[in-house]
């Protein structure tokens, strides 16, 4: 199983800019666990994110002794993905692709063929660094938009993912609304469809909603898991009142009673949920 840590995504819609050093600590901190991927920062336009403004000196500041857990950097467009990769350090680029028309404009103000098209061109450019492609597929269990929804339709836009040759794609339940139900069923339908596939379950859960929804992930196969500390965060480009993403203790600890092991480090595990108490202060 892969834990992913997602401080980005946690500290994106943040009113108070967190100080450059005190995101080094955290982030430092965090590097210790033994977490698969740490999704750290981001290459976007400063006005849309002013929260991942300093991401390049952040990335200058992190520590690599003794840790085994690779970056991931979330770009928005072709621009961003050539920014990002300019870092050797940075071994992922994920990018935002929405089955939802109206977010898809709302996040990266284009429409989902434009950003098809920005896929492409990414994923060539990752393969050229090699580096690997995450992408998103944002309100890939509905929106609250009125726009087609279905697991089918997110099965036609896998297809044109592999066609591209991305090889890890991740569901996201953007706004938190996912039933447990919607989440099996989705990744029932993906999963036995495209096996050559590493699928991902971004969720955001209101308080209490977690574990179940984290059992319906890894009772359909899931084998990738991304979560935050305390369950900070959210997405500010999807509605007013954010939903926190699942909160990275409660993954472990369903895990456990599901009877997966984990090789973590506990004492930099206390650690950095002691920091991320000033990181997320209110």
Same mark, same amino acid.
């Given at each position: 199983?892969?834990?992913?840590?997602?401080?980005?995504?946690?500290?994106?819609?943040?009113?108070?800019?967190?100080?450059?050093?005190?995101?080094?600590?955290?982030?430092?901190?965090?590097?210790?666990?033994?977490?698969?991927?740490?999704?750290?920062?981001?290459?976007?336009?400063?006005?849309?994110?002013?929260?991942?403004?300093?991401?390049?000196?952040?990335?200058?500041?992190?520590?690599?002794?003794?840790?085994?857990?690779?970056?991931?950097?979330?770009?928005?467009?072709?621009?961003?993905?050539?920014?990002?990769?300019?870092?050797?350090?940075?071994?992922?680029?994920?990018?935002?692709?929405?089955?939802?028309?109206?977010?898809?404009?709302?996040?990266?103000?284009?429409?989902?063929?434009?950003?098809?098209?920005?896929?492409?061109?990414?994923?060539?450019?990752?393969?050229?660094?090699?580096?690997?492609?995450?992408?998103?597929?944002?309100?890939?269990?509905?929106?609250?938009?009125?726009?087609?929804?279905?697991?089918?339709?997110?099965?036609?836009?896998?297809?044109?993912?592999?066609?591209?040759?991305?090889?890890?794609?991740?569901?996201?339940?953007?706004?938190?609304? =996912?039933? &447990?139900?919607?989440?099996?069923?989705?990744? %029932?339908?993906?999963?036995? +469809?495209?096996? !050559?596939?590493?699928? *991902? @379950?971004?969720?955001? =859960?209101? &308080?209490?909603?977690?574990?179940?929804?984290? %059992?319906?992930?890894?009772? +359909?196969?899931? !084998?990738?898991?991304? *979560? @935050?500390?305390?369950?900070?965060?959210?997405?500010?480009?999807?509605?007013?009142?954010?939903?926190?993403?699942?909160?990275?203790?409660?993954?472990?600890?369903?895990?456990?009673?599901?009877?997966?092991?984990?090789?973590?480090?506990?004492?930099?595990?206390?650690?950095?949920?002691?920091?991320?108490?000033?990181?997320?202060?209110?």
């Amino acid at each position: 199983m892969k834990l992913i840590e997602c401080p980005r995504d946690a500290m994106q819609g943040l009113a108070h800019f967190v100080p450059t050093a005190l995101k080094i600590d955290y982030l430092n901190a965090l590097l210790q666990i033994g977490f698969d991927t740490l999704d750290f920062g981001s290459f976007v336009s400063h006005r849309a994110v002013p929260q991942l403004r300093d991401t390049v000196e952040v990335l200058a500041g992190l520590d690599w002794s003794g840790t085994a857990t690779k970056l991931l950097a979330v770009v928005a467009n072709q621009r961003g993905a050539e920014d990002a990769l300019r870092h050797p350090a940075i071994q992922y680029v994920g990018f935002p692709l929405s089955v939802s028309e109206t977010f898809q404009q709302r996040n990266t103000h284009k429409s989902i063929a434009q950003a098809f098209q920005d896929v492409r061109s990414i994923q060539n450019q990752c393969k050229e660094a090699g580096r690997a492609l995450v992408v998103y597929l944002s309100m890939g269990f509905g929106n609250p938009y009125g726009d087609p929804y279905s697991p089918a339709l997110v099965g036609e836009m896998t297809a044109q993912l592999v066609d591209l040759g991305v090889n890890i794609i991740a569901p996201s339940d953007t706004v938190g609304s =996912a039933t &447990p139900e919607a989440i099996s069923a989705l990744f %029932r339908h993906l999963i036995p +469809a495209f096996p !050559q596939i590493e699928f *991902g @379950a971004h969720l955001h =859960a209101s &308080p209490g909603q977690a574990p179940d929804k984290i %059992r319906s992930a890894v009772g +359909a196969g899931v !084998q990738r898991i991304d *979560g @935050a500390l305390r369950g900070f965060g959210g997405c500010p480009m999807a509605t007013d009142q954010l939903t926190g993403n699942l909160p990275t203790e409660e993954i472990i600890q369903t895990l456990i009673e599901e009877g997966i092991g984990l090789s973590l480090n506990q004492n930099a595990l206390q650690d950095a949920m002691r920091l991320s108490t000033d990181v997320f202060r209110a």
